[in-house]
């Protein structure tokens, strides 16, 4: 038997099939289309899972679990999808839907809540009974593990550390509130403190490797000048671990993981992203002179999201 699952993307819809080792054994893809009626999309999503299985030589009668992972929030009770911003659904029947084309048990989750659940039953957590995942990209996304199972809180809307609030003051947010976490530590506020960073400091290197263009400076871009000594990137980057320790030092005050995993485009930075943050962390910590989580930077990649949804039950 496989399990199937269904990683949920703005550019595209992934769909793998995963045998009882946790492998990836096919993959395919569908495009992400939006202005379609809402039961041609989760049409296009089931033919894509049927044309997979076939691929692969399988029949439907393979095929244990359908498990989905959305950048949003689901019921798991009702297989109800409460809101997925990227899809335009909102309360929309999705598992209900989805039976009509591929009548096999459904479970949806949140993306990061999936990315969590694969580190830990196959990536850099696995054997660990608690673990909190960090994502760190566009925003911060995160996934809350306890006792080998995801943690989402009474109403399904739990773990979402990029929106609690580190300045009550602070940058505005796109959730509507201000200073929240993801504002300082997600690859959007490196590269908005790079940029403020360079109006003073038009002479830094971050500028240069930008080609001259501030529209053109990335997470990379300071990660670059600051490994070549540039003062300004040196202390953008500065700042910008701080803040990212205080959010991982709160996880550790509030929860007291096993492990601590970094996941997303700002984790490829791999030590030079894990080495001053590790150094930094037990400052902000209450307990600092007790055994502190380590902290590690994922693995499971872009196959994080199929594996996580796969094992959903």
Request: with cysteine; hydrophobic share 40%.
């Amino acid at each position: 038997m496989i399990r199937v699952g269904i990683d949920i993307g703005g550019t595209g819809i992934k769909v793998g099939l995963v045998n009882e080792s946790i492998q990836i054994i096919r993959e395919g893809t569908v495009p992400t289309v939006i202005d379609i009626p809402f039961e041609e999309q989760v049409k296009r999503i089931a033919d894509c899972v049927l044309s997979t299985v076939r691929s692969a030589g399988l029949t439907p009668d393979d095929i244990e679990s359908v498990g989905i992972g959305i950048p949003g929030i689901a019921s798991s009770e009702t297989g109800e999808i409460i809101k997925c911003t990227n899809m335009g659904w909102k309360h929309v029947p999705f598992r209900e839907t989805f039976r009509k084309f591929l009548d096999k048990p459904v479970f949806i989750e949140n993306d990061a809540n999936v990315a969590a659940l694969a580190e830990s039953v196959a990536g850099i957590s696995a054997g660990t009974s608690s673990s909190v995942f960090i994502t760190i990209g566009t925003g911060i996304g995160s996934g809350i593990i306890i006792n080998g199972q995801i943690w989402k809180g009474a109403h399904g809307i739990g773990g979402e550390l990029g929106h609690t609030i580190l300045d009550l003051d602070g940058v505005p947010c796109t959730c509507g509130n201000h200073g929240c976490l993801e504002r300082y530590c997600s690859a959007t506020a490196l590269i908005r403190m790079a940029r403020e960073a360079v109006e003073k400091h038009p002479e830094s290197a971050i500028l240069s490797i930008a080609g001259g263009t501030v529209s053109n400076i990335e997470a990379k871009t300071v990660f670059d000048a600051s490994k070549a000594g540039d003062p300004t990137a040196v202390e953008v980057y500065r700042r910008y671990i701080s803040c990212l320790a205080q959010a991982v030092a709160s996880v550790i005050n509030l929860l007291d993981p096993e492990v601590i995993v970094l996941g997303g485009g700002v984790s490829k930075a791999g030590s030079y992203l894990l080495d001053p943050l590790v150094r930094e962390i037990p400052q902000y910590v209450l307990f600092n002179d007790q055994p502190l989580p380590s902290v590690r930077i994922a693995v499971l990649g872009s196959e994080a999201g199929i594996i996580g949804a796969s094992m959903l039950s």
